[in-house]
């Protein structure tokens, strides 16, 4: 941010026309009070200014996926403002909670930014135009139906007289409507749908875009910190006085039990001053055990459970005839580690608080649990506590909360009325993290003469986050997240059953990008190909046979017409590849207990392993669905693009514990893709449905490591079963 931060009574997050500041109140002049001068809202969303610029308020985190673009086009498209109008602002959280969740659902998780706002934005553009109508329609006494709003002016179509937006706003906001306009549907969008370039891309190409691990106030202090190195331990000591005298350096913070962590932080006038007295202050922790010692040792129980029998989620036809009769049998372990988030902006949060006033600047996927945090970690009730979300580096659902807000407000607290800037090390964060949890698929299935399976058995047994809940036909009670995708079977097969052990091991586990699909996709996309190349049958057909087998599939109808456009794109089965390079697909849809909505996704990509091992991703294609229709193709596609990076780096990742301490402490030793390890040749084509689909944000990434691997067993005929890659041996003669 250049200059001096603007006034905290008008501080705001605006992007367009390089206005660039961070906000806590929305300072609008009441309804029924305003003058020709000032700006006007028309209900909480929306505030228009007299020179016709619309603040359009946005509920949802950026962090990256254009929801500031994408969720202001929802608006747009109703309101029918010019595009060149619309500055998008976050929501005031305070106003929020205060207001009895008057923006619906502060939290920006699961690809829920269109799902969660789309109707509920295009009805607030809607009833917004709506009321300027009306309010042209009555200065000139006119059936509001003669009246047109389109790029922020109102024409009265018989007579051309015409009235800009910003003329009429202070009119507007008194309107009452009788009830609410309808909205459009697909076919009659003009804006959305198009591929709007997104409005904070330039920000961020010139270095603009404000993050909050760039905010700063003048005088702020800064704050680094300890947490226990080992799962196991707990801060038994710490002893101040060798950093006390060290330059900068103003006091030390016992974070004992704060946020849920375990740790010390000191504060200095700087970060590096913080960090560097941290280095020189003994901490001394105890041993407790509370968390497995070793992941390897861990997840061979998971592969000793998932031999037995667990709570079945599907239990289709008479499996143990079907197995007693067959003609061949497949039997296969598939197994995924723990990873992590290593979103690039690491963990932060800036506080100032006074016994009147806590004040929060973060960068938070979920802004309503960060407001509740602060008020219970500080004692003040809610109208006290004030919230400025920023951009985020990085998400992936590790930015939801981790102890940063309790933590911050407990450092500011030790410094009355000074802001305080709470930054994570990198190695603090790897650390200190609610990992996506391991994953374990014992497969197991029988074949007919004709390759065809008749019965076939998965048990999967994973480390598990959240509640249980009764899921699939049999009312499983059993976690929701370590059971996606695999609830029920889109593929047809006479006998099969789905068993499910839901582990609890004491690793600190949460939600993490594409959630439980990514090994579920990983052993079933994986054992399907097995069964195929077993059977000596084309993979991509062979799947095709299975679906049209599978009759009970509500949505098998579009996987098909899936695999047939990824074949038409991927050139499948059409060149003829020379050793040592292959072509492999994944296929999933995202599917959630309960729903019938869906993202299908299906993807192919063609590698080239050197007879070293060395592994080159040539070429990806995409199939996605589209459904009634996408918000911003341009938006989706970067989406998809950097999701195919995401899930490329995770197939050489992962978090080991060993003695209790995780071994990965930056990038030298969990590795981020780098631009070489792109494919040079990305497609995407849309599949159009009869219905809206349900995100877009991490619904490609559980499908590369399946399609990776199983183009390796095409080019080298090894089959991998075991992420990450490097466990693997690669080579060939």
């Not at 039997?331 to 506080?351: F, S």
Request: aromatic fraction near 6%; include cysteine.
């Amino acid at each position: 941010m250049s200059g001096a931060p603007q006034s905290l009574d008008r501080r705001r997050f605006v992007i367009g026309a390089g206005l660039v500041g961070a906000a806590f109140a929305v300072a609008a002049t009441p309804v029924g009070a305003q003058n020709s001068g000032a700006p006007v809202e028309l209900g909480p969303w929306i505030e228009i200014h007299p020179d016709d610029t619309v603040i359009i308020r946005i509920g949802k985190s950026e962090i990256g996926q254009g929801v500031f673009t994408s969720n202001a086009m929802m608006v747009c498209e109703e309101l029918r403002c010019d595009w060149k109008h619309a500055r998008p602002e976050f929501v005031d959280p305070r106003r929020h909670m205060l207001g009895k969740l008057v923006y619906g659902r502060l939290e920006t998780t699961a690809a829920s930014s269109a799902r969660d706002g789309r109707e509920i934005l295009q009805q607030v553009g809607a009833s917004a135009r709506e009321r300027l109508k009306a309010a042209a329609a009555a200065q000139w006494n006119v059936p509001i139906a003669e009246v047109e709003a389109k790029d922020s002016v109102l024409t009265h179509q018989p007579t051309g007289r015409s009235l800009r937006f910003g003329e009429v706003a202070t009119d507007a906001a008194s309107v009452k409507l009788d009830g609410e306009p309808k909205i459009k549907t697909p076919d009659q969008f003009t804006l959305m749908g198009t591929r709007v370039a997104r409005l904070d891309s330039a920000m961020k190409a010139r270095g603009e875009a404000i993050y909050s691990v760039d905010f700063r106030l003048p005088d702020m202090l800064f704050a680094s910190l300890r947490m226990r190195p080992n799962l196991n331990a707990a801060l038994k000591s710490y002893d101040f006085e060798a950093a006390r005298a060290l330059p900068g350096v103003l006091g030390a913070v016992d974070l004992r039990g704060v946020g849920g962590q375990e740790g010390v932080a000191i504060v200095a006038n700087s970060w590096w001053r913080a960090e560097s007295a941290l280095k020189k202050t003994p901490i001394e922790w105890s041993v407790e055990k509370r968390a497995p010692e070793s992941s390897a040792a861990t997840l061979a129980r998971a592969g000793e459970i998932a031999d037995t029998r667990g709570l079945a989620l599907i239990a289709d036809g008479d499996a143990a005839a079907a197995f007693a009769g067959a003609a061949k049998k497949f039997d296969a372990r598939y197994e995924t580690p723990m990873l992590t988030h290593a979103g690039m902006e690491t963990v932060n949060c800036a506080a100032r608080y006074t016994p009147d006033r806590l004040e929060l600047w973060v960068g938070t996927q979920s802004p309503e649990t960060a407001m509740k945090s602060a008020a219970k970690a500080s004692g003040l009730p809610m109208e006290k506590i004030f919230l400025q979300n920023f951009f985020l580096g990085g998400g992936f659902g590790g930015r939801a909360g981790r102890g940063e807000i309790e933590q911050a407000v407990k450092i500011a607290m030790a410094f009355p009325g000074k802001p305080v800037k709470l930054i994570w090390p990198r190695e603090e964060e790897m650390r200190t993290n609610a990992y996506h949890p391991f994953g374990v698929t014992r497969c197991e299935a029988e074949l007919d003469a004709e390759g065809k399976p008749v019965a076939i058995k998965l048990v999967k047994a994973g480390d598990v986050t959240g509640e249980p809940q009764a899921i699939g036909p049999l009312k499983a009670v059993v976690n929701g997240q370590n059971s996606r995708s695999i609830y029920d079977l889109p593929y047809g097969v006479p006998a099969a059953l789905v068993d499910i052990h839901d582990m609890r091991t004491g690793f600190p586990v949460g939600i993490w990008r594409s959630v439980g699909d990514y090994h579920n996709v990983f052993a079933i996309e994986c054992f399907v190909d097995e069964l195929a190349r077993g059977a000596g049958a084309d993979p991509l057909a062979y799947r095709k046979a299975l679906l049209a087998a599978g009759t009970k599939y509500w949505n098998r109808d579009h996987w098909i017409a899936a695999l047939d456009m990824l074949a038409k794109a991927a050139r499948w089965g059409a060149d003829t590849l020379p050793r040592g390079t292959g072509m492999g697909l994944a296929i999933s849809d995202h599917r959630r207990p309960g729903r019938t909505d869906s993202s299908i996704c299906a993807v192919a990509v063609q590698v080239t392993v050197a007879k070293d091992g060395a592994l080159k991703v040539d070429r990806a294609h995409v199939v996605f669905e589209s459904g009634l229709g996408l918000i911003n193709p341009l938006v989706v596609e970067q989406q998809l693009r950097g999701q195919m990076s995401w899930a490329l780096g995770s197939l050489w990742q992962e978090v080991s514990v060993e003695n209790g301490e995780v071994r990965q402490k930056n990038f030298g030793d969990y590795p981020v893709p780098r631009m070489s390890d792109i494919p040079a040749e990305i497609t995407i084509d849309y599949l159009k449905t009869d219905r809206w689909n349900q995100g877009v944000g991490e619904m490609l990434v559980p499908m590369p490591p399946a399609a990776v691997c199983n183009a390796i067993h095409a080019a080298i005929g090894k089959r991998i079963r075991t992420l990450p890659l490097r466990r693997s041996d690669l080579t060939w003669t």
